[in-house]
């Protein structure tokens, strides 16, 4: 069974509509918010197949670099992809936060989640190849139908 860790905030139609499909759902925490299992504790045996939630719960411009570290040392070890939330107007910006973090990661504006959570869940990868791909194949796809 797959299961998408989740921070405070993300969309609770998404996790309904995950949980209905058979996607297991886990609550993680920043470590102030208290919104779950603090996401530094996580492990193989929670089987998490996707972390989502808005950059903000995981990297903050006054953070400590020895705190943002520990937030997001288990994506890293376990390669858990990452879908951070961040309207497509502000992710170029985004890019630059992240650079050099080492965490596989897709941006996702709020209106493309749940297409690219489910992507990301049945290929096991960051969304973002995955949303390549696809727009690729649609691409050729219309082609043929020209």
Known sequence: MKTIGYMEGTNSELLTNLLVDGV???????????????IAHISRTDHISVVVGYLHKFIALSMEPKIEEDI???LKAYKIPTVFIVPKAKQDKAK????????NYTLADPGDLTKIVKATLKHGKAGRIV????????????????
Not at 24 to 38: A, E, I, M, Q, R
Not at 133 to 146: C, I, L, P, V
């Open 24 to 38: 297991d759902t886990l609550p993680l925490s920043n470590g102030w918010d208290n919104h779950g299992k603090f």
């Open 96 to 103: 630059k936060l992240l650079k050099g973090k080492g965490v």
């Open 131 to 146: 949303m390549k791909k696809a727009k690729k194949k649609a691409k050729k796809t219309a082609k043929r139908k020209r």
């Open 72 to 74: 997001l040392s288990s």
